[in-house]
C-alpha cells in the first residue's frame, strides 16, 4: 500500500520529508514509516478540497451521479474487506472478528449517505400572497474531519460518507497511532472516481498536524470524534474563525440492571458493553449500576466470565481480548487500575497488564466492585476494559446514580418491565439508551452526546444535517 499523503488526486511525502512510525500494539512491531503532514501539507490539502469545492466538479456533481460514486467505493470497499480488516488489527490490536464489524459497519455508512445524496430537498413555506419563499440544502464547504484510533476507519467513515454525500469536499485526518486504513481508503477513493481534492488524507499528530486543520481559515466545519479535553481546545480555537464544528467526546456510560431483569442476557450484555473493543469504546458500558438484591449473583457471574477472557493473538480464532491500542494507553489504564485499588475499591476480576508470546500491550479484563461515585474510576473515562461496579437500592437512585457523571454519550438499561424500561429512558441524560441490549449501531440510528459528551449527530438524517447550510430565498409576487 501507499503511505504517503493523498492531496488532491496523488499520494507524495511531506514537505519536510519528516516521517512517524506506526506500531503494531500486539507485536510491538513498526508496521509503516508515515509522512508527519505539517502547515504546508495542511495548506495545500485544504487548497485541494477548496478548488474541488469551488470548482462545482463535486457539489455541482447531478445528485444521484455523486450518491453513485459513494456506492461503488461501498462496493469496492467489499470487495477488499479482508485486506482492511487485517490492517485495522494490525494497527490498533482488536481482535480480527472486530476489525471485520467495522470494514462491514463502514461499507454500511457508505450506501447508507449514498441514498441521501438526491434526497436532500429544501421546503417552500406558507408566506402569504405577497412572496415565494423556500429554502435550499447547500453543503457547508470544506470539512476537516478528526478521528481518533478506536475505530479508525469506522468513525472516519461517520465523517465522511455524509459530508461527500453531501456535496461537501474532505480533508481527513486519522490519529497517529492507526493512520493506516484511512491511507487504504484513500486507493478506494481513487478508484471509486471522487474528483481529485473531493477527498484527502493527511497523517500526523494532533499538536502539529491537526491544530494546523483547526486553525486553518480554508476549513469550514471541523468534524470532530475524540477526547473531551482536545474537543474543548478545537471549539475555543474554532471560534477565532467561526467555523462549524461538532464534537463526539468521551464517556462514562452507565449499564443499569434492575432486580427485575433477565439476568444471564444482562450478564452477557454486560461483559459486551465493556470488554468489547478492548472497552476503548467511547461508548462502553464502564459503570455497571447495579439494583442491590442481584448485586452479589451479578457480580459472581461477571468476574467469573471476566477471568475468562485471557488477552490473545488479535489474529487467533478464539480471542475476545485483544491489544490495547499503545504502550501509553496500557500505562494509563493500569494507572487508573492502580487508583482504583488506592481509593479502596474491590478488585474482583484482572487487574493487570500482560503480553502475549512476551510482547504487546494487553491489559486483563478488570472489574471493581464497591465504587462509589466519588472515586476516580466511577467519574473519569479510563479508555480500557475496566468496569466500575456501583450498586442502589430503587428505581429513582439508580436514575439519579447513572445521570451523576460529566458525560452523556450512551447508557444500558435491563429490565422485563416494559414501562420501567422507557420510564428510565427517558430520564436517563444520554445521546443513547439501549433496553435489554448494548452496543448496536446502524447508519441510519443517529448517536452522539449530552453533556460532557459533546454535541451534534453522527449517522442517521441528523448525521448529514451537519453537512448543510439552509438557505432562504424570498421572491417578491
Ligand atoms: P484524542 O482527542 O487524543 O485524539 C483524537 C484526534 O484528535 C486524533 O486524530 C488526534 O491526533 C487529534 N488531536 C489531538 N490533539 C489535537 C489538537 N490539539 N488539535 C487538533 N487535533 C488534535 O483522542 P484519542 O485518544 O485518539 O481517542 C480516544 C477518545 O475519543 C476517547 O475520549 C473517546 O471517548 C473518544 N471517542 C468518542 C467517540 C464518540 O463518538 N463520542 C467515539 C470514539 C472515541
Known amino acids: 500500500m501507499r503511505t504517503d499523503l493523498f492531496i488532491g488526486g496523488t499520494f507524495g511525502p511531506a514537505a519536510s520529508g519528516r516521517r512517524f512510525p506506526v506500531e503494531n500494539p500486539a507485536t510491538e512491531e513498526c508496521l509503516a514509516m508515515v509522512p508527519l503532514a505539517g502547515p504546508e501539507d495542511v495548506d495545500r490539502a485544504v487548497a485541494a478540497a477548496r478548488a474541488c469545492f469551488a470548482s462545482d466538479v463535486w457539489r455541482g456533481l447531478e445528485p444521484r451521479r455523486r450518491g453513485l460514486l459513494l456506492a461503488r467505493a461501498a462496493d469496492l470497499l467489499e470487495t477488499r474487506?479482508?485486506?482492511?480488516?487485517?490492517?485495522?488489527?494490525?494497527?490498533?490490536?482488536?481482535?480480527?472478528?472486530?476489525?471485520?464489524?467495522?470494514?462491514?459497519?463502514?461499507?454500511?455508512?457508505?450506501?447508507?449517505?449514498?441514498?441521501?445524496?438526491?434526497?436532500?430537498?429544501?421546503a417552500t413555506l406558507p408566506t402569504g400572497a405577497g412572496s415565494f419563499v423556500y429554502t435550499l440544502k447547500e453543503p457547508v464547504g470544506v470539512v476537516a474531519a478528526i478521528v481518533p484510533w478506536n475505530f479508525p476507519l469506522n468513525l472516519a467513515g461517520w465523517k465522511f460518507a455524509p459530508a461527500l454525500a453531501a456535496g461537501c469536499t474532505v480533508v481527513l485526518k486519522p490519529a497517529s497511532e492507526t493512520p493506516l486504513t484511512a491511507l487504504?481508503?484513500?486507493e478506494v477513493a481513487e478508484a471509486a472516481g471522487f474528483p481529485a481534492g473531493a477527498f484527502n488524507v493527511i497523517t500526523?499528530?494532533?499538536?502539529?498536524?491537526?491544530?494546523?486543520?483547526?486553525?486553518?481559515?480554508?476549513?469550514?466545519?471541523?468534524?470532530?470524534?475524540?477526547?473531551?479535553?482536545?474537543?474543548?481546545?478545537?471549539?475555543?480555537?474554532?471560534?477565532?474563525?467561526?467555523?462549524?464544528?461538532?464534537?463526539?467526546?468521551?464517556?462514562?456510560?452507565?449499564?443499569?440492571?434492575f432486580a427485575d431483569a433477565d439476568l444471564a442476557a444482562a450478564v452477557k450484555g454486560a461483559q459486551n458493553a465493556i470488554f468489547y473493543g478492548k472497552g476503548e469504546v467511547c461508548a462502553a458500558g464502564s459503570?455497571?449500576?447495579?439494583?442491590?438484591?442481584?448485586h452479589d449473583q451479578v457480580v459472581e457471574q461477571l468476574a467469573a466470565r471476566a477471568r475468562t477472557l485471557v488477552p490473545g493473538d488479535p489474529f487467533a480464532k478464539g480471542t475476545r481480548l485483544g491489544a490495547?491500542?499503545?504502550?501509553?494507553?496500557?500505562?494509563?489504564?493500569?494507572?487508573?487500575?492502580?487508583?482504583?485499588?488506592?481509593?479502596?475499591?474491590?478488585?474482583?476480576?484482572?487487574?493487570?497488564?500482560?503480553?502475549?508470546?512476551?510482547?504487546?500491550?494487553?491489559?486483563?479484563?478488570?472489574?471493581?466492585?464497591?465504587?462509589?461515585?466519588?472515586?476516580?474510576?466511577?467519574?473519569?473515562?479510563?479508555?480500557?476494559?475496566?468496569?466500575?461496579?456501583?450498586?442502589?437500592?430503587?428505581?429513582?437512585?439508580g436514575v439519579a446514580l447513572a445521570n451523576r457523571a460529566r458525560y452523556g454519550l450512551a447508557a444500558g438499561i435491563w429490565t422485563r418491565d416494559v414501562a420501567k424500561a422507557h420510564r428510565v429512558a427517558r430520564a436517563i441524560q444520554a445521546g443513547t439508551v439501549w433496553v435489554n441490549t448494548y452496543n448496536l449501531y446502524d447508519a441510519g440510528a443517529p448517536f452522539g452526546g449530552y453533556k460532557a459528551s459533546g454535541f451534534g449527530r453522527d449517522l442517521g438524517r441528523e448525521g448529514i444535517e451537519g453537512y448543510l447550510e439552509t438557505k432562504t430565498v424570498w421572491v417578491g409576487l
Open 81 to 122: 474487506a479482508e485486506e482492511f480488516a487485517r490492517l485495522e488489527t494490525q494497527e490498533n490490536g482488536k481482535p480480527l472478528f472486530e476489525s471485520k464489524i467495522d470494514v462491514a459497519m463502514t461499507v454500511d455508512t457508505l450506501r447508507y449517505y449514498a441514498g441521501w445524496a438526491d434526497k436532500l430537498t429544501g
Open 184 to 186: 487504504l481508503f484513500a
Open 204 to 257: 500526523g499528530d494532533g499538536p502539529t498536524t491537526g491544530a494546523a486543520l483547526v486553525r486553518h481559515p480554508g476549513v469550514d466545519k471541523i468534524a470532530f470524534t475524540g477526547s473531551t479535553a482536545v474537543g474543548q481546545g478545537i471549539m475555543r480555537e474554532a471560534a477565532a474563525t467561526l467555523k462549524r464544528v461538532t464534537l463526539e467526546l468521551g464517556g462514562k456510560s452507565p449499564n443499569i440492571v
Open 287 to 294: 459503570r455497571l449500576v447495579v439494583e442491590r438484591a442481584v
Open 324 to 397: 490495547v491500542v499503545s504502550r501509553k494507553q496500557q500505562q494509563t489504564v493500569l494507572g487508573y487500575i492502580e487508583q482504583g485499588k488506592r481509593e479502596g475499591a474491590a478488585l474482583v476480576a484482572g487487574g493487570h497488564g500482560a503480553t502475549v508470546n512476551g510482547k504487546g500491550y494487553f491489559v486483563e479484563a478488570t472489574v471493581f466492585d464497591g465504587v462509589t461515585p466519588e472515586m476516580t474510576i466511577a467519574r473519569e473515562e479510563i479508555f480500557g476494559p475496566v468496569l466500575a461496579v456501583q450498586t442502589f437500592d430503587d428505581l429513582e437512585e
